[in-house]
């Protein structure tokens, strides 16, 4: 091989344990399953997974040991045929709740231990909250959206991921255990989550999840806006609207069958 085709090779191995993940990122895929995959040497894979870790396009479950997809990957466009479904799904009842609600409506998807956005539309109301924009990665739980995403993952999860979140309870202290457990335990016994103030100080958000036809959460659905604006009874106005828009979403998404084989533990 010249030296001219080492970058294109290396591109193209690249994206080779890209495609990889991308059809087992729900699961992860092991180091040892990459290599014998690929066929690539454990020496080049791990450089070219370090490398794409490096710039967010690869993460790591530090629990398991086990690779996913990362947030800079997913900011590229939508990973499959469902989360593109699910943003044509949603667009309709997303307008229609920000033009009722003047709020500014949000929609996220779980990728791995993290939530993205993957879709926000603006209302009229002018004061909005800025942090968070289509591509915005959060931690699993951390937020109402991710955390509305958590507590109401399969039930053989749960648990499972509960536990894994709060390995970042260090940086964010919400993410403690024992506080996560009674959170979920609060969301799932109401229906959707409610926060004020979690990410910035001024603002609340409502969520809610939005399921397919076989019960299977597939994104959360919120409402941001000012504190005062979430106040009884209008919080209880903005959450029927909310949950709405959730089963409109549900009635037009078509979810796809993924395809490829599970990668072995």
Do not use: W
């Not at 947030?71 to 033009?99: C, D, I, W, Y």
């Not at 968070?132 to 739980?141: D, E, F, K, M, S």
């Amino acid at each position: 091989m010249s030296s001219r085709d080492g970058p294109v090779e290396s591109v193209s191995r690249a994206l080779q344990l890209l495609s990889i993940l991308a059809r087992h990122n729900d699961g992860g895929a092991r180091f040892s399953d990459l290599c014998e995959l690929t066929g690539l040497s454990q020496g080049t894979a791990h450089r070219l997974l370090r490398t794409m870790a490096d710039q967010h396009f690869v993460e790591q479950d530090h629990q398991t040991r086990r690779y996913h997809l990362g947030f800079a990957f997913l900011q590229l466009g939508a990973v499959s045929s469902n989360q593109m479904n699910l943003q044509h799904a949603a667009e309709a009842p997303m307008r229609k709740l920000t033009n009722v609600s003047g709020d500014t409506a949000y929609l996220l998807v779980r990728t791995g231990l993290n939530a993205i956005c993957v879709s926000r539309i603006d209302g009229s109301y002018p004061v909005k909250a800025t942090t968070v924009t289509v591509g915005t990665n959060r931690p699993l739980g951390y937020g109402a959206g991710p955390l509305t995403l958590l507590a109401f993952s399969p039930d053989q999860e749960r648990a499972d991921l509960i536990k894994r979140a709060s390995y970042r309870s260090s940086r964010y202290p919400e993410l403690e255990e024992s506080h996560l457990v009674k959170q979920v335990a609060l969301a799932r016994s109401n229906g959707f989550v409610y926060m004020e103030g979690n990410i910035l100080r001024a603002m609340a958000t409502l969520a809610v999840p939005v399921f397919d036809v076989n019960g299977d959460v597939q994104a959360s659905l919120s409402l941001a806006s000012t504190i005062p604006r979430m106040a009884e009874p209008r919080r209880n106005e903005m959450l029927a609207l909310l949950r709405r828009a959730a089963e409109q979403i549900q009635t037009e998404f078509t979810p796809v069958k993924r395809r490829g084989a599970h990668i072995g533990c």
